[in-house]
Protein backbone atom coordinates (compact mmCIF):
# COMPACT_ATOMS: atom_id res chain seq x y z
CA UNK A 1 0.00 0.00 0.00
CA UNK A 2 1.37 3.42 -0.92
CA UNK A 3 -0.12 6.94 -0.95
CA UNK A 4 -1.55 8.23 -4.48
CA UNK A 5 1.83 10.78 -4.33
CA UNK A 6 3.84 8.13 -4.61
CA UNK A 7 2.42 6.17 -7.89
CA UNK A 8 4.55 8.92 -10.02
CA UNK A 9 8.18 7.16 -8.53
CA UNK A 10 6.96 3.85 -9.56
CA UNK A 11 7.45 1.53 -12.57
CA UNK A 12 4.20 1.10 -14.28
CA UNK A 13 4.77 -2.28 -13.80
CA UNK A 14 5.02 -1.90 -9.88
CA UNK A 15 1.68 -0.78 -9.92
CA UNK A 16 -1.93 -1.81 -9.38
CA UNK A 17 -4.87 0.43 -9.07
CA UNK A 18 -8.35 -1.42 -6.96
CA UNK A 19 -10.85 1.38 -8.20
CA UNK A 20 -14.57 1.77 -8.00
CA UNK A 21 -16.60 1.35 -11.45
CA UNK A 22 -17.09 -2.36 -12.74
CA UNK A 23 -20.69 -1.49 -13.39
CA UNK A 24 -20.28 1.79 -15.69
CA UNK A 25 -20.84 4.36 -12.46
CA UNK A 26 -20.52 7.47 -14.43
CA UNK A 27 -18.87 9.51 -11.23
CA UNK A 28 -16.98 5.88 -10.32
CA UNK A 29 -13.04 6.21 -10.74
CA UNK A 30 -13.01 3.92 -13.44
CA UNK A 31 -15.54 5.30 -15.91
CA UNK A 32 -13.78 9.01 -15.38
CA UNK A 33 -10.44 7.69 -15.59
CA UNK A 34 -12.38 6.37 -19.71
CA UNK A 35 -12.99 10.07 -20.05
CA UNK A 36 -9.84 11.45 -18.94
CA UNK A 37 -11.32 13.32 -16.06
CA UNK A 38 -9.39 11.82 -13.48
CA UNK A 39 -6.13 12.23 -12.29
CA UNK A 40 -4.98 9.00 -13.24
CA UNK A 41 -4.03 8.49 -16.73
CA UNK A 42 -5.04 5.83 -18.61
CA UNK A 43 -2.36 5.03 -21.73
CA UNK A 44 -1.05 2.13 -23.97
CA UNK A 45 0.56 -0.30 -21.14
CA UNK A 46 -2.11 -0.01 -18.90
CA UNK A 47 -4.42 -3.43 -18.59
CA UNK A 48 -7.68 -2.93 -16.93
CA UNK A 49 -9.54 -6.31 -15.45
CA UNK A 50 -13.02 -5.98 -15.24
CA UNK A 51 -13.20 -9.13 -12.53
CA UNK A 52 -17.37 -8.75 -12.22
CA UNK A 53 -20.22 -9.98 -14.43
CA UNK A 54 -22.73 -7.79 -15.33
CA UNK A 55 -25.84 -6.74 -13.52
CA UNK A 56 -28.93 -6.79 -15.53
CA UNK A 57 -29.42 -2.93 -17.35
CA UNK A 58 -25.79 -2.25 -16.83
CA UNK A 59 -24.51 -3.06 -20.19
CA UNK A 60 -24.67 -0.04 -22.18
CA UNK A 61 -22.67 1.80 -19.34
CA UNK A 62 -20.13 -0.62 -18.72
CA UNK A 63 -19.56 -1.26 -22.59
CA UNK A 64 -19.06 2.46 -22.87
CA UNK A 65 -16.45 1.68 -20.28
CA UNK A 66 -14.52 -0.67 -22.20
CA UNK A 67 -14.64 1.38 -25.51
CA UNK A 68 -13.32 4.65 -23.65
CA UNK A 69 -10.35 2.38 -22.12
CA UNK A 70 -9.62 0.91 -25.06
CA UNK A 71 -9.69 4.27 -27.31
CA UNK A 72 -6.96 5.47 -24.73
CA UNK A 73 -4.92 2.12 -26.18
CA UNK A 74 -5.45 0.40 -22.56
CA UNK A 75 -6.04 -3.70 -23.21
CA UNK A 76 -9.75 -4.21 -21.53
CA UNK A 77 -9.74 -8.01 -19.77
CA UNK A 78 -13.17 -8.72 -18.62
CA UNK A 79 -15.65 -11.72 -18.45
CA UNK A 80 -16.05 -11.42 -22.42
CA UNK A 81 -13.08 -12.83 -23.42
CA UNK A 82 -11.37 -14.26 -20.21
CA UNK A 83 -11.82 -16.08 -17.36
CA UNK A 84 -11.97 -13.47 -14.70
CA UNK A 85 -14.97 -13.67 -12.53
CA UNK A 86 -15.20 -15.26 -9.07
CA UNK A 87 -18.93 -14.59 -7.80
CA UNK A 88 -19.00 -12.69 -4.69
CA UNK A 89 -22.10 -14.58 -3.33
CA UNK A 90 -21.69 -18.03 -1.94
CA UNK A 91 -23.10 -21.31 -4.32
CA UNK A 92 -25.61 -23.92 -2.95
CA UNK A 93 -22.39 -26.04 -1.98
CA UNK A 94 -21.04 -23.16 0.35
CA UNK A 95 -24.20 -22.09 1.83
CA UNK A 96 -24.59 -26.13 3.10
CA UNK A 97 -20.63 -26.27 4.21
CA UNK A 98 -21.67 -22.61 6.23
CA UNK A 99 -24.98 -24.02 8.07
CA UNK A 100 -23.73 -27.14 9.08
CA UNK A 101 -20.70 -25.76 10.19
CA UNK A 102 -22.52 -22.49 12.21
CA UNK A 103 -25.77 -24.83 13.32
CA UNK A 104 -27.85 -21.66 13.62
CA UNK A 105 -30.91 -21.44 15.57
CA UNK A 106 -32.61 -19.26 12.96
CA UNK A 107 -31.95 -18.00 9.42
CA UNK A 108 -32.97 -15.20 7.36
CA UNK A 109 -31.69 -14.73 4.04
CA UNK A 110 -30.98 -11.67 2.57
CA UNK A 111 -29.88 -9.72 -0.26
CA UNK A 112 -31.43 -11.22 -3.75
CA UNK A 113 -34.37 -11.54 -5.05
CA UNK A 114 -37.18 -14.16 -3.76
CA UNK A 115 -36.15 -17.16 -6.10
CA UNK A 116 -32.62 -16.89 -4.32
CA UNK A 117 -33.97 -16.54 -0.82
CA UNK A 118 -36.28 -19.67 -0.97
CA UNK A 119 -33.74 -21.64 -2.54
CA UNK A 120 -31.37 -20.34 0.60
CA UNK A 121 -33.89 -20.96 2.94
CA UNK A 122 -34.46 -24.40 1.53
CA UNK A 123 -30.68 -25.49 2.27
CA UNK A 124 -30.96 -24.17 5.34
CA UNK A 125 -33.90 -26.61 6.03
CA UNK A 126 -31.83 -29.49 4.62
CA UNK A 127 -28.94 -29.09 7.20
CA UNK A 128 -31.90 -29.45 10.49
CA UNK A 129 -33.32 -25.90 10.53
CA UNK A 130 -36.58 -26.15 11.50
CA UNK A 131 -38.81 -24.91 9.14
CA UNK A 132 -40.71 -22.20 11.75
CA UNK A 133 -37.17 -20.43 12.48
CA UNK A 134 -36.25 -20.21 8.82
CA UNK A 135 -37.88 -16.46 8.19
CA UNK A 136 -38.53 -15.08 4.70
CA UNK A 137 -39.05 -11.30 4.76
CA UNK A 138 -39.86 -8.30 2.48
CA UNK A 139 -37.99 -4.98 2.79
CA UNK A 140 -39.90 -3.04 5.96
CA UNK A 141 -40.95 -6.08 8.09
CA UNK A 142 -39.69 -5.70 11.88
CA UNK A 143 -38.07 -8.86 12.89
CA UNK A 144 -38.20 -9.25 16.85
CA UNK A 145 -36.05 -11.83 18.77
CA UNK A 146 -37.51 -12.54 22.13
CA UNK A 147 -36.59 -15.50 24.60
CA UNK A 148 -34.47 -17.01 21.98
CA UNK A 149 -37.34 -17.19 19.46
CA UNK A 150 -37.66 -14.41 16.24
CA UNK A 151 -40.67 -13.60 14.79
CA UNK A 152 -42.05 -11.24 12.26
CA UNK A 153 -43.79 -8.85 14.86
CA UNK A 154 -44.63 -6.02 12.30
CA UNK A 155 -44.18 -3.73 9.40
CA UNK A 156 -42.86 -0.38 8.10
CA UNK A 157 -43.06 1.40 5.25
CA UNK A 158 -40.16 1.83 3.42
CA UNK A 159 -38.78 2.42 -0.12
CA UNK A 160 -36.66 4.60 -2.73
CA UNK A 161 -36.02 7.89 -1.20
CA UNK A 162 -35.48 10.37 -3.77
CA UNK A 163 -32.76 13.20 -3.80
CA UNK A 164 -33.51 16.13 -5.76
CA UNK A 165 -30.93 19.01 -5.46
CA UNK A 166 -31.01 20.26 -1.93
CA UNK A 167 -34.72 18.17 -1.09
CA UNK A 168 -35.12 14.66 -0.02
CA UNK A 169 -38.11 12.63 -0.32
CA UNK A 170 -40.22 15.16 -1.59
CA UNK A 171 -39.90 13.99 -5.32
CA UNK A 172 -43.45 11.98 -6.19
CA UNK A 173 -44.30 9.85 -8.54
CA UNK A 174 -46.26 12.09 -11.06
CA UNK A 175 -43.34 14.33 -10.81
CA UNK A 176 -40.91 11.97 -11.79
CA UNK A 177 -43.29 11.16 -14.92
CA UNK A 178 -43.52 14.36 -15.80
CA UNK A 179 -40.18 14.66 -15.79
CA UNK A 180 -39.75 11.06 -17.83
CA UNK A 181 -42.10 12.99 -20.51
CA UNK A 182 -40.45 15.70 -20.74
CA UNK A 183 -37.12 13.41 -21.35
CA UNK A 184 -38.73 11.51 -23.98
CA UNK A 185 -40.92 13.29 -25.92
CA UNK A 186 -40.32 16.90 -24.89
CA UNK A 187 -43.53 19.66 -24.69
CA UNK A 188 -45.47 21.86 -26.81
CA UNK A 189 -46.78 24.90 -25.46
CA UNK A 190 -50.00 26.87 -26.99
CA UNK A 191 -50.91 30.59 -25.88
CA UNK A 192 -53.90 32.11 -27.42
CA UNK A 193 -56.02 35.27 -26.27
CA UNK A 194 -59.62 35.12 -26.40
CA UNK A 195 -62.00 37.75 -25.99
CA UNK A 196 -65.05 35.99 -24.32
CA UNK A 197 -67.53 38.60 -24.52
CA UNK A 198 -67.27 39.04 -28.09
CA UNK A 199 -66.60 34.80 -28.90
CA UNK A 200 -63.49 35.80 -30.62
CA UNK A 201 -59.81 34.97 -30.63
CA UNK A 202 -57.80 38.38 -30.27
CA UNK A 203 -54.52 36.67 -30.92
CA UNK A 204 -52.47 33.55 -31.45
CA UNK A 205 -52.76 30.43 -31.48
CA UNK A 206 -48.78 30.86 -30.84
CA UNK A 207 -47.56 27.46 -30.81
CA UNK A 208 -43.98 26.71 -28.94
CA UNK A 209 -42.17 23.48 -28.87
CA UNK A 210 -39.34 22.26 -27.01
CA UNK A 211 -37.52 18.79 -27.60
CA UNK A 212 -40.40 18.11 -29.99
CA UNK A 213 -38.50 19.35 -33.27
CA UNK A 214 -35.69 20.81 -35.08
CA UNK A 215 -37.97 22.70 -37.63
CA UNK A 216 -40.46 24.98 -36.56
CA UNK A 217 -42.50 24.82 -39.64
CA UNK A 218 -43.73 21.09 -38.54
CA UNK A 219 -46.27 22.86 -36.01
CA UNK A 220 -47.93 25.05 -38.89
CA UNK A 221 -50.40 22.35 -39.74
CA UNK A 222 -51.67 22.39 -36.15
CA UNK A 223 -52.82 26.12 -35.58
CA UNK A 224 -56.16 26.21 -37.85
CA UNK A 225 -57.18 22.70 -36.25
CA UNK A 226 -56.60 24.70 -32.52
CA UNK A 227 -58.63 28.14 -33.86
CA UNK A 228 -61.33 25.83 -34.78
CA UNK A 229 -61.65 24.44 -32.06
CA UNK A 230 -61.33 27.05 -29.78
CA UNK A 231 -64.03 29.35 -32.12
CA UNK A 232 -66.31 26.65 -31.61
CA UNK A 233 -66.31 26.40 -28.01
CA UNK A 234 -67.06 29.95 -27.76
CA UNK A 235 -69.93 29.83 -30.09
CA UNK A 236 -71.32 26.96 -27.96
CA UNK A 237 -71.07 29.59 -25.03
CA UNK A 238 -68.16 28.20 -23.72
CA UNK A 239 -66.30 31.51 -21.50
CA UNK A 240 -63.99 29.82 -18.47
CA UNK A 241 -60.62 29.84 -19.45
CA UNK A 242 -59.47 26.82 -17.89
CA UNK A 243 -62.13 24.81 -19.92
CA UNK A 244 -60.86 26.20 -23.18
CA UNK A 245 -57.27 25.27 -22.01
CA UNK A 246 -58.65 21.75 -22.05
CA UNK A 247 -59.85 22.23 -25.46
CA UNK A 248 -56.41 23.22 -26.88
CA UNK A 249 -55.16 20.39 -24.87
CA UNK A 250 -57.36 17.94 -27.10
CA UNK A 251 -57.00 19.39 -30.10
CA UNK A 252 -52.89 19.68 -29.77
CA UNK A 253 -52.52 16.52 -28.35
CA UNK A 254 -55.22 14.41 -31.26
CA UNK A 255 -53.32 16.39 -33.87
CA UNK A 256 -50.14 14.99 -32.41
CA UNK A 257 -51.05 11.48 -32.08
CA UNK A 258 -52.95 11.36 -35.31
CA UNK A 259 -49.36 12.91 -36.88
CA UNK A 260 -46.59 12.18 -35.21
CA UNK A 261 -47.36 9.07 -33.11
CA UNK A 262 -46.13 11.26 -30.34
CA UNK A 263 -47.64 12.22 -26.65
CA UNK A 264 -45.32 15.27 -25.30
CA UNK A 265 -46.01 17.40 -22.52
CA UNK A 266 -48.56 19.70 -23.94
CA UNK A 267 -48.81 23.26 -21.99
CA UNK A 268 -51.87 25.32 -22.69
CA UNK A 269 -52.61 29.04 -22.06
CA UNK A 270 -55.43 31.23 -22.38
CA UNK A 271 -55.67 34.48 -21.76
CA UNK A 272 -58.72 36.65 -21.43
CA UNK A 273 -58.97 40.24 -22.34
Not at 64 to 69: A, E, K, P, Y
Not at 80 to 105: D, K
Request: glycine share 10%.
Amino acid sequence: MVDLDAIESLRDDQVVLVCTGSQGEPMAALSRMANRDHQILIGTDDTVVLASSLIPGNENAVTRVINGLMRLGATVVHKGNAMVHVSGHAAAGELAFLYNTVQPRHVMPVHGEWRHLRANADIAQRTGVAADRVLLCDDGMVVDLIDGQAAVTGKVECGYVYVDGKSIGEVGEELLKDRRTLRDEGFISVIVVVDTANGTIVSGPEVLARGFSGESEILDPVRPKITQAVEAALANGIADTHQLQQVVRRATGQWVSQAHRRRPMIVPVVLEV
